[in-house]
């Protein structure tokens, strides 16, 4: 792995971080002294679950360097086929989850639910897929960017959230 790899890799690693621990000190500061609803977990796991696959995704492309001994074409081939089946697993929990939440959904989040986040993902995975011959990183960068952007997000609507309970 070359320095940009290694620098780009160690910030999305600090970053999913960085978003785990605010993740904790504004539930730790939050005001409203009823239980989490279920919409509020969901919000956390949201954050919570790609900041870590983030994390580890992020970390796990320099053990996997040293098993290849350096060889970028069997490193970066290992980590894309990971997070393409990384990404088909969200695809399937989405899909399952809308059938469990049929006709329960509101409107304004099933688009963002079931269309953009799966069309992200499906062009991540193509991205992947182009990436995977030429032995570039630009899939799994794309992929990883992803992630801190849905946990980012879902950071700016919690933080909103505890924003408009704190008023009442």
Same mark, same amino acid.
């Given at each position: +792995?070359? !320095?940009?790899? @290694?620098?780009?890799?160690?910030? *999305?690693?600090? &970053?999913?971080?960085?978003?785990?621990? =605010?993740?904790?000190?504004?539930?730790?500061?939050?005001?409203?002294? @009823?239980?989490?609803?279920? $919409?509020?977990?969901?919000?956390?796991?949201?954050?919570?679950?790609?900041?870590?696959?983030?994390?580890?995704?992020?970390?796990?492309?320099?053990?996997?360097?040293?098993?290849?001994? %350096?060889?970028?074409? /069997?490193? /970066?081939?290992?980590?894309?086929? @990971? =997070? *393409?089946? =990384? #990404?088909? +697993?969200?695809?399937? *929990? #989405?899909?399952? !989850?809308?059938?469990?939440?049929?006709?329960? $959904?509101?409107?304004?989040? /099933?688009?963002?639910?079931? #269309? =953009?986040?799966?069309?992200?993902?499906?062009?991540?995975?193509?991205?992947?897929? &182009?990436?995977?011959? $030429? !032995?570039?990183?630009?899939?799994?960068?794309? %992929?990883?960017? /992803?992630?801190? +952007?849905?946990? @980012?997000?879902?950071?700016?609507?919690?933080?909103?959230? #505890?924003?408009?309970?704190?008023?009442?």
């Amino acid at each position: +792995m070359n !320095n940009i790899e @290694t620098d780009f890799l160690i910030a *999305i690693s600090t &970053l999913s971080i960085a978003l785990v621990a =605010l993740s904790g000190i504004v539930g730790a500061f939050r005001t409203v002294k @009823t239980p989490y609803s279920a $919409q509020e977990i969901e919000g956390l796991k949201l954050i919570l679950e790609p900041s870590f696959a983030a994390i580890f995704l992020s970390l796990i492309p320099f053990p996997i360097s040293f098993t290849f001994d %350096g060889n970028p074409h /069997w490193t /970066w081939s290992s980590l894309l086929l @990971t =997070l *393409i089946l =990384l #990404f088909l +697993m969200i695809l399937n *929990i #989405f899909r399952v !989850n809308s059938l469990e939440e049929k006709g329960q $959904q509101a409107r304004e989040v /099933w688009g963002l639910k079931y #269309f =953009l986040f799966p069309f992200t993902i499906i062009v991540i995975a193509l991205t992947s897929l &182009l990436s995977f011959q $030429q !032995n570039s990183i630009a899939g799994y960068s794309c %992929g990883l960017i /992803w992630l801190v +952007m849905v946990a @980012t997000i879902q950071f700016a609507v919690f933080i909103k959230r #505890f924003y408009i309970d704190s008023k009442k």
